[in-house]
């Protein structure tokens, strides 16, 4: 069995700074891809930040500049950090693998998702 364990959400003023930690653990064979989403009440749900196990990142447009994402895929952990927060970063993040798992082959995985409030 996958499990996906984020942390580190919470609220923040604007201008602020959170840092957003995930790991992955179970029967993993290879992990390919780690990543944040992010859901705002009302919008859908859409990629913040990537990393792949030849360490390429991407990030929406909006947080560039902004946001960091590290980590070591072989240790199946990220991280993302925030700064320079805006109250448009308010959302649901949650953390996302893909991983190919001993006897069920590639798979996707979600976290609970944790909530970042950014508000004076």
């Known amino acids: 069995q996958v499990q996906v364990v984020e942390s580190g959400g919470g609220l923040v003023q604007p201008g602020g700074s959170l840092r957003l930690s995930c790991s992955v653990s179970?029967?993993?064979?290879?992990?390919?891809?780690m990543g944040w989403y992010r859901q705002a009440p009302g919008k859908q749900r859409e990629l913040v930040a990537s990393?792949?196990?030849?360490?390429?990142?991407e990030y929406v447009d909006s947080v560039k500049g902004r946001f960091t994402i590290s980590g070591d895929l072989a240790k199946n952990a990220v991280n993302l950090q925030m700064n320079s927060l805006r109250p448009e970063d308010t959302a649901v993040y949650y953390c996302?693998?893909?991983?190919?798992?001993?006897?069920?082959?590639?798979?996707?995985?979600w976290g609970q998702g944790t909530q970042v409030t950014v508000s004076s």
């Open positions: 990393i792949t196990d030849l360490h390429s990142m």
């Open positions: 179970g029967n993993i064979v290879r992990n390919g891809v």
């Open positions: 996302y693998v893909h991983i190919l798992v001993e006897g069920l082959g590639s798979r996707d995985y």
